[in-house]
């Protein structure tokens, strides 16, 4: 079961390590999105407000925005939860190219477990997700990001550990969702219709507070907003703030996402994979 | 004992009954042709071998061990050579290879000095570690074949393995073929389209249609199943009807007269020919053209499928992946 999910594994990774394209489009994606939306937004400069405000302003920006008062590094944060998202949505595509071209067919021929199969794809996914990661957070790093003062290395590593989290559940969701479908348009329209609302019904790009009520009532059921919410606290890390409670519930709810939904949707993939 | 044998196998998808009751065996050693047009049901017979499918009534053994109950077991003894051309492009033919090893658990060190030996068969020994990206059609194919080889199995399924290939290149494939059975004595399951191709390779051919076998022997009882060869005489300044003479001579079946050319149907032509030919010297008459024309087995699977093209039924995908193929093949 092992040996040959690593061995799949290393056949989705060398995929894309060999294909120069993917990967300059997996940094084109993100520098887009940061340097066009992240860099056009200035929150404190919106209205011009009178120097003896300007104190008590910037404190309610920051109130509302998670203790900055610079939207890219607000945006940056978030970005960072809907490239893993998007990528996950990617595991779903290549389970349909790889029905359509056969290929799917010659692993099921094969004497080996077919839960190794989806394994394969959701750790592939994983494994992509947290390299895309690593990239966009150069960018964002290059691009102006503001670290709190106390920003460290285990801060590092807990934006690392909740991706993960949100990785995990989001690829092996996706895979459940599209391990049956045969055509690529219809994955397309899937992905689309789950994509935008997992997106912007969070606080990946604005805060919630902004939204109306139906609206946060959904994005407080997103992983997606947990996951940004955790890795926004890490960076924003700072001597006199860091609330770990919220953190704490954050990767519990993170955790709970992985573990229920890798379990649910590896178990519905391998189903997907029966005999008819 | 026969390493596959089926009894009543049928599928069903809905309605449509794609292998309707089908039973037959093949003996260890034996190349298997299974002939058929578009829909017929070939490829979900396969399926069914190879344990991608599950049937719908009936039941089918490979090696001993029932498809469908003891599916592991099937798939560790069989390799599968499918229509679609499934090796990775982004990745080397060597890297192609590596991975088929390790999804049959071929240890490491093994499987590298398989693959040497399995390219090397297949003349890609110079190409392993090129982007199969950069392959032509043909080396596809040929990757593909030897992807089935990697884990010596003891069937080998071939679905049409010649599709959309070159001249050149199908005889590669069946060099290939013949010496698997002759040097492993490999037995093969192989679907085709190529009446030459079956001719050439099978020991035993089926034909189905509409997901029945229709006839199923060795191709030269298929042949001969048509009324056996035919020889053309004419005579030089013969005034006489010699038909009664001509019939009366051994192997004759019947003669039929047609304008001045005696159309003699007779089994094992080459044969009968000289024997005729003795016969007729001597009694003085003079030959002027002869022929002998033996039957295809083209006539023979039209005899037993009609002429009529057929409507394919079959799953949406399967005509994409289909043109697919052939669009990577022909490169």
């Known amino acids: ?276 | 004992m026969p390493v596959i044998e089926t009894n009543n196998l049928t599928k069903r998808f809905g309605p449509l009954v794609a292998v309707d009751h089908v039973s037959f065996s093949v003996e260890e050693g034996e190349i298997f042709g299974f002939l058929g047009p578009n829909g017929a049901g070939k490829t979900t017979t396969i399926n069914m071998l190879t344990t991608l499918l599950n049937p719908s009534e009936g039941s089918a053994k490979v090696g001993g061990f029932d498809a469908e109950k003891q599916d592991d077991k099937v798939r560790e003894i069989v390799g599968l050579v499918p229509q679609d051309i499934t090796v990775d492009d982004d990745l080397t033919g060597m890297e192609n290879m590596m991975l088929q090893a390790k999804l049959y658990h071929v240890p490491t060190k093994i499987a590298k000095e398989r693959i040497k030996e399995v390219l090397n068969l297949v003349g890609l020994t110079d190409a392993a570690n090129r982007r199969v990206e950069t392959y032509s059609g043909g080396m596809r194919k040929l990757l593909e074949l030897a992807e089935g080889l990697i884990h010596y199995p003891k069937v080998l399924f071939l679905d049409e393995p010649t599709l959309g290939l070159d001249v050149q290149t199908r005889v590669v494939v069946w060099d290939y073929i013949k010496k698997l059975r002759e040097e492993r004595g490999i037995t093969m399951f192989l679907t085709t389209h190529y009446m030459e191709e079956a001719d050439l390779l099978c020991d035993r051919i089926a034909i189905i249609d509409h997901g029945k076998i229709v006839a199923l022997d060795t191709p030269q009882n298929l042949k001969d199943s048509l009324g056996g060869d035919i020889i053309e005489l004419e005579f030089d300044k013969s005034p006489s009807d010699n038909t009664k003479t001509l019939s009366s001579l051994p192997q004759v079946r019947d003669v039929k007269k047609i304008g001045d050319v005696y159309r003699i149907k007779v089994s094992k032509g080459e044969e009968a020919l000289p024997k005729i030919m003795e016969k007729v010297l001597k009694m003085n008459l003079r030959i002027s053209k002869v022929s002998l024309v033996k039957p295809t087995l083209d006539q023979v699977y039209l005899e037993y499928t009609g002429r009529s093209l057929r409507e394919t039924q079959g799953e949406t995908g399967e005509i994409w992946r289909r043109m697919m193929t052939l669009r990577r093949i022909r490169g």
């Open chain 1, 1 to 276: 079961m092992i040996e040959e999910t690593i061995a799949l594994t290393k056949r989705e990774v060398k995929k894309w390590m060999k294909n120069p394209f993917l990967l300059f489009m997996m940094l084109v994606q993100p520098v887009i999105w940061l340097g066009l939306f992240g860099k056009a937004l200035n929150l404190t400069g919106f209205i011009s407000v009178p120097p003896e405000l300007q104190d008590q302003f910037e404190k309610m920006i920051r109130q509302t925005f998670s203790g900055t008062t610079d939207y890219f590094t607000y945006m940056a944060a978030g970005m960072l939860s809907v490239i893993v998202l998007f990528t996950a949505m990617f595991t779903g595509m290549s389970v349909v190219w790889d029905r359509r071209f056969g290929f799917l067919n010659k692993l099921l021929v094969a004497p080996i477990p077919r839960g190794s199969i989806v394994l394969a794809k959701v750790s592939s996914s994983v494994i992509r997700s947290m390299f895309q990661v690593l990239l966009v957070f150069g960018i964002a790093f290059a691009f102006g990001l503001q670290v709190g003062n106390a920003f460290g290395i285990l801060d590092f590593f807990g934006i690392l550990v909740a991706l993960f989290l949100l990785s995990l559940g989001l690829s092996s969701m996706f895979l459940a969702i599209t391990i049956r479908i045969k055509s690529h348009e219809t994955v397309i329209a899937v992905a689309n219709l789950l994509n935008l609302p997992l997106m912007f019904a969070s606080n990946a790009l604005f805060p919630i507070k902004q939204m109306p009520q139906w609206l946060q009532t959904i994005a407080k059921f997103n992983p997606i907003s947990y996951a940004a919410d955790a890795v926004r606290s890490f960076i924003l890390h700072s001597s006199t703030g860091f609330d770990a409670a919220k953190v704490a519930a954050d990767f519990q709810f993170l955790i709970g996402f992985a573990l229920i939904f890798s379990l649910a949707g590896i178990l519905i993939a391998r189903t997907g994979l029966r005999k008819g």
